[in-house]
């Protein structure tokens, strides 16, 4: 629906609902039960102009606010704890649900007991919204991206960069839910706690004694005061808290003025980077037509021509009688023995022998579900195999192109490429990706890219990314001939030194790899004895 049109069928809303009211107050014609509409304005309009208005009000916001935000905090410290430590929440969990199901009316009565009348809205607002909080906000943290938290701890993120790149972009939609049920909530639990209690300059205290003198216009003014106050209070809070937490949740907003303001104003619409974003063609062997950089030739860039540069320089070494050396066998960084894997009681891997040494690439290839990726996820130690020993050297780092692209979708290519690099800097990272044919996007979010365009970012990322062992699982999905000949060229220029482990069962890519590296061999599955 257009914009204009929601506008006009909103003021209709209106109007339809105050001509409801006015025929059904006409018809039933007892002001002291439901007063005309405009006996109701007039008496707010009384209201509001009164010395007594201002301070009334106030102390209601500040009491209710207060508990409110008091909540908030306490709700999102604890369940990020309790997300982190199970004890906690297991510590925690009897007294949340205790708040949730005991009535707010009993509440209010107990509390009286303890509590100053003046104070009882804060204390109930703030046991109203925290299990609100709580449960949104841990739920959310609980619910990140599993593939994500592997992504960490292969790249060995730090907790404070897991926390603000994984963790807490994905809590920030169920903490704005709960932000929004909590402020309604709060404001309905408030209130009638200060109209329980008669607390002093409350809004509360006011209705209390309108229904005392069966003053059914103030009441009804009242009700619009406190509907007003607490809109327009959820909605600047919601403001406040997207500018609070779109550095994290949506960064690339920040370099487009218009797009962050319709985020902060929650007004839904598609952002300038999407919308530019979508223009471009979604087939692969076409994508790089809008936005992207063209394959610039460079000398020797191809896997084929340096092989063959190489095989020239070595025969005409042999001519010469002049003696190639051969050089000495490194030591191997990872080390599987007799490895053996098992799913429900059936055998994926077993008796696996692999020894992965600096310089050499290891290709696996074999059918789907022969246990390819599980023997990946053993390498990265991300899976414990059931049988055999897995050795790695001391302080081994590991890169990886997993099957996924896995990539935090909020965030812009660069920073991608950049997350899983303490020492990588922004022009290397720019510098890589336009190597990979992907110029500067450090204005649109990776959710905004084609298929295509992702996967050269995941392998950015994992070649940016400082490692002794690279390990890319079918790497090369989604990529045509030319992007994956450009791929495999930067993989010998910037991981030559690496022991890489590719998984592919594409018989072109395999030539590829082989053409590229002197040092290829393969692990293939064997069918019979269902075993690499």
Known sequence: MKKSSKIIWIALSVILWIGLWTFLAYRLNKPVLLPYPKNVFKALITMVTGKGFLPIVRGSFVHV???FLCALLAGILLAIIGSLHEVIDILLMPGVKLIKTVPVVSFIILLLFFVKPAGIGF??????VFPVVYENVRKGIVSADRKLLETAQVFRFPFLRKLAYILIPSAVPYTAAACSAGLGLCWKAGIAAELIAQSPESIGHELYYSKLYVDAESVFAWTIVIILVSVLFEKFFMIVFRLLTVAVSAPTLLKHKGDLLRYLFGIRGKSKAVAESAEEPTEEPVEETAGEAEAKPVEGATATNRTEAARMSAETAAESNETVTEPPVAAPVLTLSGIGKSFDSKPVLSGVDLSLIPGTVTV??????????TLLRILLGLETADEGTREAENGLTLSAVFQENRLMEQLSASKNV????????????SELLKEAGIEETEGKPVSAFSGGMKRRVAWCRALLAPSKVLVLDEPFTGLDEAKKDRMIYLLAKHKKDNAIVIVTHNPSEITKIRSAFSDVRTLTFDAKKKQF
Do not use: D, F, N, Y
């Open 418 to 429: 950049r997350i899983a690099s303490a020492a990588g800097s922004k022009k290397e990272a």
């Open 364 to 373: 696996v290839s074999g059918p789907s579900g022969c246990g390819k990726t």
């Open 65 to 67: 606010a207060a508990g």
């Open 123 to 128: 204390v109930i607002s703030l046991l109203m």
